[in-house]
């Protein structure tokens, strides 16, 4: 069984820029797709970006596409969310899943 520790959230104004960092455990973690999704208060979990098992595969939301970028080092079992130009609707606790597992998230918050 697969365990996820998200980290790097935290406080930050508009404008500014975040990483997430992503720590898997568990299993053979260099073959499977990791992704990141989000849930703000009163809102559905939605999906923000992917990356498939072989870097050159990856896949964002539309809301964050070239400002956020999703990589991972096969070597540290984690996966990154490098957040840029971060604006208050980002604020969202961030989760990292794989193969069904989830962790339990790192808060973002953005003020304008």
């Known amino acids: 069984q697969v365990q996820l520790v998200e980290s790097g959230g935290g406080l930050v104004q508009a404008g500014g820029s975040l990483r997430l960092s992503c720590a898997a455990s568990g299993r053979a973690f260099s073959t499977y797709a990791m992704g990141w999704f989000r849930q703000a208060p009163g809102r559905e979990r939605e999906f923000v970006a992917a990356?498939?098992?072989?870097?050159?595969?990856?896949y964002y939301e539309d809301s964050v596409k070239g400002r956020f970028t999703i990589s991972r080092d096969n070597a540290k079992n984690t996966v990154y969310l490098q957040m840029n130009s971060l604006k208050p609707e980002d604020t969202a606790l961030y989760y990292c899943?794989?193969?069904?597992?989830w962790g339990r998230g790192t808060q973002v918050t953005v003020s304008a």
């Open positions: 990356i498939g098992w072989s870097t050159e595969n990856t």
């Open positions: 899943t794989t193969g069904g597992a």
